[in-house]
């Protein structure tokens, strides 16, 4: 299987007992991946599918919309209790991640037009 890079740091940061998110922390996921942009969104669904290739046999893989994903006329709802444990970490994981670099981008780019 190719490597992800993306994938492959985030599970790196996991803790080694997953526990089931709170209801807070999902929706904190859900309201945040509401909002993301269709670059956003794609990389969170290849997340998916690659947590997906990585841990299930080649016959539960064929499925395109993998636990429970419904397609709609804007992209993709997933349920996020349907997901793995595991796979809502990594998509917590990434999403913080990715609202801290684009909080840091803002920051960097209000100093630089400060001056």
Same mark, same amino acid.
């Given at each position: 299987?190719? $490597?992800?890079?993306?994938?492959?740091?985030?599970?790196?940061?996991?803790?080694?007992?997953?526990?089931?998110? %709170? =209801? @807070? &922390?999902?929706?904190?996921?859900?309201?945040?991946?509401?909002?993301?942009? $269709?670059?956003?969104?794609?990389?969170?669904?290849?997340?998916?599918?690659?947590?997906?290739?990585?841990?299930? %046999? =080649? @016959? &539960?893989?064929?499925?395109?919309?993998?636990?429970?994903?419904?397609?709609?006329?804007?992209?993709?709802?997933?349920?996020?209790?349907?997901?793995?444990?595991?796979?809502?970490?990594?998509?917590?994981?990434?999403?913080?991640?990715?609202?801290?670099?684009?909080?840091?981008?803002?920051?960097?780019?209000?100093?630089?037009?400060?001056?």
């Amino acid at each position: 299987m190719t $490597s992800f890079p993306i994938y492959d740091n985030i599970e790196q940061q996991l803790p080694e007992v997953i526990v089931e998110l %709170t =209801e @807070e &922390e999902k929706d904190f996921l859900t309201d945040h991946i509401t909002e993301f942009n $269709s670059t956003e969104h794609e990389i969170i669904y290849a997340l998916i599918r690659y947590y997906q290739r990585k841990h299930q %046999t =080649e @016959e &539960e893989v064929s499925s395109i919309f993998p636990y429970g994903g419904r397609k709609l006329k804007k992209g993709i709802k997933y349920d996020v209790a349907k997901l793995p444990c595991t796979l809502q970490h990594i998509l917590l994981t990434f999403v913080r991640i990715h609202l801290d670099s684009l909080n840091e981008r803002m920051v960097t780019t209000e100093l630089s037009s400060d001056t």
